[in-house]
């Protein structure tokens, strides 16, 4: 059964400290989405990757947040330093890529960060 | 950009009932649209989708209609059950392969 994994799964950190979430796509999938969740905003975009190269990363803040994928098989999202306001729930989401009429995202269990 | 509008914010409905919830879009441009289910703790997961070549859409007991002159669609549950109970979300896309805008959610809850 084929799925998206996140570590960690909570976060509790103190402001100002820098906190990494990994992202481990479904195989073979090659566009990675980081989206946020919040009460107030909802599901926003951060940034998307297609065969680990950047395409959007418009939704994130640019001075503290960034994202990369090392591998194939790995996305991380660092923020440095924490502030409370990045308190929410992180979701990784992979899609097929390839542009045809499966290219569904699904989506991780998420990352509860917590930021004191 | 593209904006997606959602409502009802929360419904409450009684086992066996039909549950409604409704969306509209802004960007005349986009051709997908999915609805996922959000379960406490968990991540999203798609429920159904529909593509703007097609009017309408079933899977069991949940249906998805779409309505591109008017730009909303809606996902119908018919004979609703407590395990129906849940957050869900409408999404908009234009292109395959990018990000999904959506809605700001519908909370679902189905008593017995």
């Known amino acids: 059964d084929a799925r998206v994994t996140q570590t960690p799964r909570d976060k509790v950190t103190e402001m100002g400290q820098e906190v990494t979430m990994r992202c481990q796509p479904i195989l073979g999938h090659n566009t990675v989405f980081w989206y946020r969740q919040t009460m107030m905003q909802g599901l926003e975009l951060l940034a998307y990757f297609r065969n680990r190269a950047p395409l959007d990363d418009s939704g994130m803040p640019k001075d503290r947040f960034s994202a990369e994928m090392p591998d194939a098989t790995l996305a991380t999202l660092k923020i440095q330093p924490s502030e409370p306001r990045d308190s929410a729930v992180y979701f990784c989401a992979s899609a097929p890529g390839g542009g045809g009429p499966t290219d569904t995202q699904y989506f991780g269990p998420g990352t509860r960060l917590t930021v004191l | 950009g593209e904006n997606v509008e959602q409502h009802p914010s929360t419904l409450s409905v009684q086992e066996g009932d039909s549950a409604v919830i409704k969306c509209t879009y802004s960007?005349?441009?986009?051709?997908?649209f999915p609805w996922y289910k959000q379960e406490l703790g968990k991540g999203p997961q798609l429920i159904i989708d529909i593509r703007s070549n097609v009017g309408e859409k079933k899977d069991q007991r949940i249906a998805v209609t779409l309505n591109k002159t008017a730009k909303h669609f809606s996902l119908h549950i018919t004979e609703t059950q407590p395990e129906d109970s849940a957050v869900y979300f409408c999404?908009?896309?234009?292109?395959?392969?990018?990000?999904?805008?959506f809605g700001k959610g519908t909370t679902l809850s189905v008593s017995s």
């Open positions: 960007d005349s441009a986009s051709n997908y």
């Open positions: 999404a908009a896309r234009r292109q395959a392969g990018t990000a999904l805008i």
